[in-house]
């Protein structure tokens, strides 16, 4: 009746699951209890839960990509304890088979169900803005792919109160991934949950593609775009061409597991290093998807806080494109030590060094961006500057293992860890920050604290380098990577300097969520009335903070590159309003994320019928959805007009202000 | 085509937004071809596995050519009336539309009777996915095809019963231009695979 | 059901045509007539290599290149005939699109196949390794 599931799936002996799920319990419970006792259900499930407005599905990604973040980082907090405690005759606290699933769900969560929500809940926020237009190309279509992610990451979450999570490594690697080496549920979660979320990333890619080409403003020329869209555009692509690759390889994986199937075991002819070439084939454009945003975020942040247009824009996208293809020539560099030869390693190690030049065309012209303007230190800009220094060091950290023969002595060493937090801190990290930062009172109409965004910042920047100054230092003196016990003692002094950072970072964690509920605490005094708090160049600054449901009353005629800053010199023209359609709200995306999720459950712990009956119920709910008669409300003139009050009224505050 | 028209054209020029039949036509399309690079990953497994039989049987001692080539047709026909149902959408006639539906569904279903037959046979003699490498790339790769042909049919089905209802809305021309790429795109990927698999396979 | 569509701001495409959509000026005749010559040269080519896989046509050790083109040329019959893929600068983002993607694919197809070959010539598996030994 229920599959492989029992009583004995939660882990009654184990504390630490056990209380960490009863903390998570107790937080969604108290939650729940909050919604209800303030009455905002309706609130909610009109306001959020169906809505198919690309702002409020960007937050709700965002917030999504932060709770995993702190999950991940709980996780991080264990794991360097560990190691600093489990040095020569001490054990630790944590037993081996359960730091396997600390290590395998922190990388899975982070990467997936972390970084990838943050940078998309960004990209669709803002691009359709700064294209000058309503929403994105396919609003509904958006509202299933972000609640098919939630999906997947709640079925992570599962794995700590049901069952168990794979112990593989974030990318489950055979033969030890096949039902001979991991009978339990953990690879099975681990691969359910991907691949639902990883639906939820292409449709991602496909939405914004769509809009980037062919939905942008009168006028806005490829040429007009901000650099945001343009590397909104190029980690769009890469997911298209990316995902698919991982969504076969692990529906190999799977076949393996569920149906005895032979493409990486042991016997009849399978062959294990497939798999590695395959699924780096999706990883290595993966962690383009994840930076390229964050370049475009700080190409935005850098020309606003110096007040200059870009510098050099045209070869900022010559590079962002090369970028792009170039991500997909490299993905051998991943494991040159498997043995494919020198021919092969020679072309991917050549390949990895010359996609540096790109990101080193942008760090110039960022950096000529800065040179003659007048620099403005405040929070956001300081994100950037601290990007620059530290992904550019992780960056050669990363041409230095592009070389055959150092990758031999450092693959897989705490030097490769290093170095590849380096760059996705250091880039994908930052940049989101620096993102939130600069578009939170876009999306909220009110600025956040300035003082303690800039404590978050240090304590983050310091406590990164504290945190793993040490690592490539114990990697060069060949200390691998994933140890549950350290053997050798005169890693110690590393290995403590490395948990002082943490304690860092816990801090910078700590100050950042203040920032938030001081911010939220002194709204009415930090509230944005101009739209434009920055004095920004791009046309998201041209609508109020929030901007309405419409985005623009009237799509602006764009006239050439940085559309807003133009407007802003020339004279207000006295618009004409017309009546405006709107995509209606529907419970589609949350009713097929539900139906997801069951499946996922139902697929992991072999309840066939449970898997039946939500194919079922998720193909009735697309064809309620497409039996509809109605798919758009209309908004009538006067309406539009009295909603736009609000944006003129904050021209006329710039103008005062100015 | 003079170039300021091409510079005002809508969607790739500096026109504004493109129409929604555009939008969704091209969202479509880079769906299908990320759906083309899925099945890319598919053969490339195939191709390095292609040797592993595990002292079990290969492609010449398995593959019938005339069923290959009775799906072949079968699947070129179905994409052929395919195309006659989007001339019948066009020129607003019902039942042209729903006739030319149904022989692609039935086209589609008789295709998908013989690879059934086929898989079935298969693993009768001990030759299933489970014996081999090459045997289980094999039924991925050939039964990811099958399975898409499947969900097309599933969603042409719903669609009959669709139109008669609605009418001729744009919504629902929009879907059977969908419907279209999709069904031509399939026909496509299985010109790779009867070539590769079953032509070039039967002959290593 | 509003006329307007919420992402429509201009009455009519210039210059831009969906994937898959026909030139809008054509007849029916017309219509059918692309049709049907793409469904002739399609069942052409099919029959072409089942014939060439058959040995009849062609030297042997061609037969694989003379498949693979024949593969091509039916591929590109179905892009052009049924999928109405033109070189036009109305169908420039649908043939960029398409071009990426078979770039795509390439990558993925040829790396990956250039990449194990070296591999499994350098680190034979078990069963290649008892066949050398005999």
């Known amino acids: 009746m229920l599959g492989k599931l029992t009583w004995e799936a939660v882990p009654w002996n184990q504390p630490i699951p056990l209380i960490a799920a009863a903390l998570v319990l107790a937080a969604i419970l108290g939650a729940l209890a909050f919604v209800t006792a303030t009455g905002r259900w309706t609130y909610l499930w009109r306001e959020w839960i169906t809505s198919v407005d690309h702002k409020r599905i960007g937050v709700m990604y965002v917030l999504l990509g932060l709770a995993m973040l702190l999950r991940g980082f709980i996780d991080a907090v264990m794991m360097r304890s560990q190691q600093a405690l489990a040095v020569g005759h001490s054990a630790g606290y944590l037993p081996p088979e359960h730091y396997d699933q600390i290590f395998s769900a922190h990388g899975t969560i982070m990467i997936l169900f972390g970084a990838m929500p943050l940078v998309v809940g960004l990209m669709n926020f803002v691009v359709p803005l700064q294209l000058g237009v309503r929403d994105v190309a396919f609003p509904t279509f958006n509202s299933t792919g972000f609640w098919l992610t939630a999906a997947g990451a709640l079925l992570v979450n599962v794995s700590l109160v049901v069952g168990e999570f794979a112990r593989t490594g974030w990318l489950p690697y055979p033969p030890l991934s096949e ?27 496909i939405n914004l593609t769509t809009t980037i080409l062919k939905v942008r403003a009168p006028g806005m020329g490829y040429l007009r775009m901000p650099m945001f869209c343009w590397t909104a555009l190029a980690s769009s692509l890469l997911i298209i061409a990316a995902f698919p690759v991982l969504t076969a390889t692990l529906a190999m994986l799977g076949l393996d597991r569920y149906a005895g199937f032979h493409f990486f075991t042991n016997e009849a002819g399978g062959n294990q290093m497939m798999f590695v070439n395959l699924v780096w084939a999706w990883g290595h454009p993966e962690v383009y998807i994840l930076v390229l945003p964050a370049f475009g975020i700080f190409s935005e942040i850098f020309s606003t806080f110096s007040g200059k247009p870009l510098f050099g824009y045209r070869s900022m996208v010559a590079a962002t494109l090369f970028i792009c293809v170039v991500s997909f020539m490299v993905w051998l560099h991943h494991f040159f030590t498997m043995g494919g030869g020198g021919d092969v390693n020679a072309a991917f190690g050549i390949a990895t060094s010359i996609i540096a030049v790109g990101t080193g065309v942008k760090v110039y012209n960022w950096i000529f961006t800065m040179y003659g303007g007048e620099v403005r230190f405040e929070t956001p800009m300081l994100w950037a500057l601290g990007f620059v220094f530290t992904f550019v060091i992780g960056g050669m950290t990363g041409v230095l293992l592009a070389v055959p023969p150092a990758d031999f002595l450092l693959h897989n060493s705490l030097f490769l860890v290093a170095h590849f937090h380096n760059v996705i801190v250091g880039g994908v990290v930052f940049g989101v920050f620096a993102g939130i930062e600069y578009w939170f009172p876009k999306a909220f109409g009110f600025r956040l604290h300035e003082r303690l965004g800039k404590a978050a910042f240090w304590l983050a920047f310091t406590g990164f380098w504290v945190t793993f100054t040490p690592l490539y230092a114990l990697g060069l003196m060949g200390m691998t990577r994933r140890l549950q016990h350290v053997d050798v003692p005169e890693w110690r002094p590393w290995l403590y300097v490395s948990a002082a950072g943490v304690v860092i970072l816990a801090a910078g964690a700590l100050v950042q969520a203040a920032q938030l509920v001081v911010s939220i605490r002194r709204r009415e005094a930090l509230r944005d009335v101009t739209g434009d708090p920055w004095n920004g160049r791009s046309l998201e600054w041209s609508t109020p903070s929030p901007p309405p449901a419409f985005n623009f009353a009237v799509l602006p005629q764009v006239q050439g590159l940085d559309a807003h800053w133009r407007a802003k010199q020339a004279d207000l023209a006295k618009p004409r309003y017309e009546p405006i359609a709107t995509p209606r709200n529907t419970a589609t995306g949350v009713v097929v994320g539900v139906f997801a999720t069951l499946m996922g459950f139902a697929v992991i712990w072999h309840i066939w019928w449970l898997l039946a009956a939500g194919f ?43 | 085509m003079s170039a300021a028209a091409h510079v005002r054209a809508t969607g790739h020029g500096q026109g504004g937004p493109a129409s929604k039949r555009i939008v969704v036509g091209y969202g479509f399309w880079l769906f299908l071809l990320s759906d083309i690079v899925m099945f890319s990953a598919f053969f490339a497994a195939w191709a390095v596995l292609a040797r592993s039989t595990a002292g079990g049987p290969s492609g010449r001692d398995l593959f019938e050519p005339p069923r290959v080539a009775a799906e072949t047709a079968l699947l070129l026909a179905s994409s052929f009336t395919c195309g006659l149902s989007a001339l019948a959408t066009r020129a607003r006639s019902l039942v042209w539309t729903e006739l030319a539906l149904l022989a692609t569904g039935l086209l589609g279903a008789a295709f998908l009777v013989l690879e059934a037959q086929e898989f079935a046979g298969l693993v009768a003699r001990g030759a299933g996915p489970q014996r081999s490498a090459f045997l289980s790339a094999f039924f991925a790769l050939v039964g990811c095809h099958g399975l898409h042909v499947a969900a097309g049919l599933l969603w042409l089905g719903t669609m009959m019963a669709q139109i008669p209802v609605k009418g001729f809305r744009a919504t629902l021309e929009r879907r059977m231009l969908c419907f279209n790429l999709f069904w031509h795109t399939l026909d496509i990927i299985w010109v790779g695979l009867f070539t590769v698999v079953y032509l070039l396979g039967a002959g290593a | 059901m509003t006329a307007r569509d919420s992402l429509e701001a201009t009455p009519r495409d210039r210059g831009d045509r969906a994937p898959g959509d026909a030139i809008e000026e054509r007849g029916l005749v017309q219509g059918l007539a692309g049709y049907g010559l793409g469904l002739a040269l399609a069942a052409g080519l099919t029959a072409a290599a089942f014939f060439v896989a058959a040995g009849h046509l062609v030297w042997g050790p061609a037969i694989p290149m003379a498949l693979v083109t024949l593969a091509v040329a039916q591929m590109g019959v179905h892009l052009v005939f049924f999928l109405h893929l033109t070189s036009g600068p109305d169908n420039t983002n649908n043939a960029l699109a398409l071009a990426f993607g078979v770039l795509i694919v390439a990558l993925v197809l040829g790396g990956s196949v250039w990449i194990m070959a070296h591999l499994n010539h350098l680190h034979p598996a078990m069963a290649q390794m008892m066949s050398m030994r005999r």
């Open chain 1, 179 to 205: 039902t001979a080496y991991s009978p339990g549920v953990g690879v099975d979660y681990y691969l359910w949950a991907v691949q639902i979320a990883g639906l939820g990333s292409l449709i991602n890619g």
């Open chain 1, 616 to 658: 079922v119920g998720a193909y009735a709910t697309f064809v309620v959805f497409a039996w509809r008669d109605r798919d758009e409300d209309e908004i009538p003139a006067r309406e539009v007009a009295r909603i736009d009050r609000a944006r003129l009224a904050g021209l006329r505050a710039r103008e005062t202000r100015a």
